[in-house]
């Protein structure tokens, strides 16, 4: 279906299969995906399954330091796309299309994704 991943901090490497469902993601310990770092909000933000276009959206639950979409502070609810990178306090998370069994296959999408987005080196 759709799955989270932290990409940094300590907690790299968790991931929340997102499912066909609303999600809430923040430092609350009732939540799915609870993020260990100041910086964010018990209930940071929401991600909403929409069934009929079969696509996720992302919205800020008021959060005191905002959500950043690919360095972008999101002001409205916003489709995500593969790839996107959800920046919440000082913790990044990556959206992907893909369902994970275990953390190291989580981290090896990571890796792949990461290796396509390596700068080109001019000599």
Sequence with gaps: MASI???SGEQK??????????????RAESLPMQILD????????????NEQTNEHSVED??????????????T???????GDQIRIGQTNL????????DRESALAHYKKVGEGQRPTMIQ
């Design 13 to 26: 490497g968790e991931f929340l299969p997102l499912g066909r469902r609303t999600n809430v993601i923040g």
């Design 38 to 49: 100041d910086m964010v909000s018990r209930k940071h933000l929401r991600i909403r399954y």
């Design 76 to 82: 409205a609810p916003a489709v995500l796309e593969e």
């Design 5 to 7: 991943i932290v990409i």
């Design 94 to 101: 990556l959206f992907t299309q893909k369902d994970f069994d």
């Design 61 to 74: 639950m008021n959060s005191k330091h905002g959500v950043i979409i690919n360095d972008r502070l999101l």
